[in-house]
């Protein structure tokens, strides 16, 4: 294949489909013979549509997060090429870039399963998988994106395939017909069997999940049921306190868990107890689908018997969606406090993507703070 080294010679792409993989794009090597890459040119409105496409490769399903993006404001540059970025972000799968094999090696394939003796069994989601691109909003033609895909396999650094159906040993019950249950699937039904809803409910959850990667199949649900009742057995019959004393054991899980605490204050006689939590998937999620789009609190969950009532922010993916973006755990509704986890949500936001903002703001409860909202400046309108 002939070596194209302007960009001004690279056909700009549009493919009927609603959502496209990079399987529906004519890539061209672009660069020069030293170094090049595989590269395709689209309309910058349809990446989100691409990055879903991609996320549904039948072969190796997953998610794309940022690994690393920048930006620069239109006009700040005098003089610029072709290929001069105006917004720039790398999208890695999220089954790499790091792997979390012991010792640093490569993670072997194994059978997903509950450790009931280590309740810190380590990360299985991790696995070395080296498979990135890199999107170009054009400073010249911000109208188009420039996509260069570095590895398009969802191989480790071996070059051998680390996740999906076509690992023999892929994580998760019955792999080779259902696809990897990812973290955020487990994710979700653990905290829905926390919360004591009912186990039905939790299925249907879990099930819709699973769906999303491999269709409607009877198999995949009579093993979605085992795989739920099972972990719901484990998590009933094992102990989450790290202290006989409730607010030491929080501390220590606080500290054990800092990187995804984006807010914490210990109840005391002047403060009220407020437990922040937002892990980088969710912080990834929230400035993908919340950029000029909508945010909602729910805070009912019909569960009376928690002592802090659990309220979830949700952010609605590009088929609408809900996916829960954070969780904020506290009794208190008072104007100060409500301030406190706000403002150190939005620093969080805004440290990763310094122009984020919200078009909307959804709460479901007619007495809620709303002053925060609009003092913070986190909406455009309200």
């Not at 004519?26 to 349809?46: M, N, Q």
């Not at 394939?109 to 989601?125: D, E, G, V």
């Not at 204050?265 to 919340?290: C, K, P, V």
Request: charged content about 25%.
């Amino acid at each position: 294949m002939a070596i194209v080294e302007s960009i001004l010679d690279i056909p700009v792409q549009d493919p009927s489909e609603e959502e496209f993989s990079s399987a529906d794009l004519t890539w061209t090597k672009f660069g020069t013979s030293d170094h090049h890459d595989d590269v395709a040119l689209i309309p910058y409105e349809r990446v989100d549509e691409f990055i879903i496409g991609e996320c549904s490769n039948v072969e190796c399903p997953t998610r794309f997060h940022i690994e690393r993006g920048r930006k620069r404001s239109i006009g700040s540059l005098k003089e610029y090429k072709d290929d001069e970025y105006l917004e720039y972000r790398l999208y890695w799968c999220s089954f790499g870039p790091e792997n979390y094999g012991e010792g640093g090696g490569i993670l072997p394939s194994r059978r997903y399963r509950l450790n009931t003796r280590n309740r810190a069994a380590r990360p299985q989601s991790m696995r070395g998988c080296t498979c990135n691109f890199v999107v170009k909003r054009l400073f010249a033609r911000p109208s188009l994106a420039l996509i260069i895909y570095h590895e398009r396999r969802h191989v480790n650094k071996s070059g051998f395939v680390c996740h999906g159906p076509l690992d023999r040993d892929a994580i998760g019950p019955g792999a080779k017909k259902i696809p990897y249950i990812c973290n955020e699937i487990q994710q979700q039904t653990m905290s829905m069997i926390y919360l004591g809803i009912p186990e039905e409910n939790v299925l249907e959850k879990h099930i819709e999940g699973i769906q999303r990667y491999c269709g409607s199949n009877a198999k995949v649900n009579s093993l979605a049921s085992q795989y739920v009742q099972k972990l719901g057995m484990i998590i009933k019959r094992s102990t989450h306190e790290l202290d006989l004393d409730d607010q030491a054991s929080i501390r220590l899980w606080v500290e054990r868990n800092r990187k995804s605490i984006f807010f914490f204050q210990d109840s005391s006689e002047t403060d009220s107890f407020i437990l922040g939590i937002q892990t980088d998937w969710q912080l990834q999620q929230m400035i993908r689908f919340s950029h000029h789009s909508l945010i909602a609190a729910d805070s009912t969950f019909g569960i009376k018997r928690l002592k802090y009532p659990l309220c979830t922010l949700l952010a609605f993916d590009s088929r609408q969606h809900a996916l829960p973006v954070a969780w904020i755990i506290t009794r208190s509704y008072a104007k100060p406090d409500v301030s406190k986890w706000i403002k150190a949500l939005l620093d969080r936001v805004r440290s990763v993507e310094p122009g984020w903002k919200i078009s909307g703001f959804l709460v479901d409860d007619a007495a809620a703070e709303i002053d925060p909202i609009r003092q913070d400046d986190l909406l455009i309108y309200f």
